[in-house]
């Protein structure tokens, strides 16, 4: 009788949770101690980490978590984005300003917007702050205040760029970061990301197109290295 599927993933989860805890195994009945290789953690729930390898997975623990990967690759997407811009003046026009990197507001000239449109982009001071000012005109706003915020949706030109799915980026305290296949290991890797469309996110840097990364369930994965690495291996 199989187990079901709320039952593996609780087990699992307690696994993950308390890795490298817990009695010895039937083959250390006698007293010997069981030693991991150097600089390795965990080991006694199938779930190992290696600084500079990652974590490795004895199969039964990829099949729990039904972990899966997928490649890096070039689509063409467009990029959906959102702004916060402020107003600055009312009349005779209501205009909203935004400060961006300057290389992503130069895209914004092929771009369509919901709510406003581009009126200039101002890069007078790019040199000094590598900044771009971008300045829209508001549609439908006759009750804005100068010092007001608003949120202006951008839609961009499609274009080929690296991607990965939006699932595969973990976002945490220490930055943005993937997990790469690194032999039979799960490397996590920092990242810089791009432009989001739909499932799937723009890589700007960290990975290369053919890398083979986690789709999922990276934040598993995540709480796993904490525990060995964070927690030493052992919680008692």
């Not at 999922?216 to 291996?233: F, H, I, M, S």
Request: aromatic share 6%; glycine share 10%.
């Amino acid at each position: 009788m199989k187990n079901p599927p709320w039952l593996i993933v609780g087990v699992l989860g307690s696994a993950l949770l308390f890795t490298g805890c817990g009695k010895k195994s039937s083959d250390n009945a006698s007293g010997e101690t069981s030693e991991h290789a150097e600089g390795e953690e965990g080991g006694e729930t199938g779930v190992t980490y290696k600084e500079g390898r990652g974590l490795q997975l004895v199969p039964e623990v990829i099949k729990a978590l039904d972990l899966r990967t997928v490649e890096a690759d070039e689509r063409e997407v467009t990029a959906e984005l959102e702004v916060t811009a402020q107003v600055f003046a009312t009349k005779p026009k209501v205009l909203a300003s935004a400060s961006l990197p300057a290389d992503r507001a130069e895209l914004l000239r092929d771009a369509s917007f919901e709510g406003a449109s581009l009126v200039r982009i101002d890069t007078s001071t790019t040199t000094a702050t590598r900044l771009a000012d971008a300045v829209f005109a508001l549609e439908s706003a006759p009750s804005r205040q100068i010092g007001d915020f608003v949120q202006i949706a951008i839609r961009g030109k499609p274009t080929k760029v690296l991607t990965v799915p939006r699932s595969a980026i973990l976002d945490a305290a220490a930055g943005t970061f993937v997990y790469v296949v690194n032999g039979n290991a799960y490397l996590r890797t920092p990242v810089k990301v791009g432009a989001r469309s739909g499932e799937l996110v723009e890589i700007t840097d960290g990975v290369y197109a053919g890398d083979v990364v986690v789709a999922a369930p990276v934040d598993q994965l995540w709480l796993a290295e904490l525990r060995l690495t964070k927690g030493g291996g052992h919680a008692h």
